[in-house]
Antibody, heavy 121, light 114 residues
């Protein structure tokens, strides 16, 4: 069974950094693009960043471009999100998400339970 | 960027009745080379991550009840629950994934029992 387990969230002051991790299992990790999607408390889903299977193609939402960096380690079946210069508005539950096909443009077919990031002084 | 607009924001439907959710994209998400619409629907219940219901606009994910169906093409899409069950109370999101890694979600539609 597919499992995506996020970690690394917590309470952090504005301007500080945090690194999220996602441990994947139950599927061939290096065959699929992966995404980070966040959800602010009581709000809708917001796509944050995506990365293709070989890290050859990476993209970010405008709201995080230049501050966040996505990466993956296929040998460790892991996805990461380095978040720098955090802002109060980055407060959200961050989901690791697996796509359902090998191509760049694909739907998400599995979500982790999420890790909560709270940015507050 | 492609903007996804869902309507209504919420709706209340009696058990056994039909629920219809609309999603409109600011640009076409139809790929004419493969005739696929790059549009998915998700269900999110309180305290849970989203769950994939429909992809390619009308393909039901394995295990999803057949009372859920998706339709539409180009810029206008619909998710229909043919006969609402109590367990269908949730927020529903559309999602476009056309062309690049960058994706966008609709604002969500909350479905409740009347």
């Amino acid at each position: 069974e597919v499992q995506l387990v996020e970690s690394g969230g917590g309470l952090v002051q504005p301007g500080r950094s945090l690194r999220l991790s996602c441990a994947a299992s139950g599927f061939t990790f290096d065959e699929y693009a992966m995404h980070w999607v966040r959800q602010a408390p009581g709000k809708g889903l917001e796509w944050v960043s995506g990365i293709t299977w070989n890290s050859g193609n990476i993209d970010y939402a405008d709201s995080v471009k230049g501050r966040f960096t996505i990466s993956r380690d296929n040998a460790k079946n892991s996805l990461y999100l380095q978040m720098n210069s955090l802002r109060v508005e980055d407060t959200a539950l961050y989901y690791c998400a697996k796509t359902g096909c090998s191509s760049t443009s694909c739907y998400v077919n599995w979500w982790g339970q999420g890790t909560l990031v709270t940015v507050s002084s | 960027d492609v903007v996804m607009t869902q309507s209504p924001d919420s709706l209340a439907v009696s058990l056994g009745e039909r629920a219809t959710i609309n999603c409109k994209s600011s640009q076409s998400v139809l790929n004419s080379s493969n005739n696929k619409n790059y549009l998915a629907w998700y269900q999110q219940k309180p305290g849970q991550p989203p769950k994939l219901l429909i992809y390619w606009a009308s393909t039901r994910e394995y295990g999803v009840p057949d009372r859920f169906s998706g339709s539409g093409s180009g810029t206008d899409f619909t998710l229909t629950i043919s006969a609402l069950q109590a367990e269908d109370v949730a927020v529903y999101y559309c999602h476009q994934y056309y062309g690049t890694l960058k994706a966008t979600f609709g604002g969500g539609t909350k479905v409740e029992v009347k």
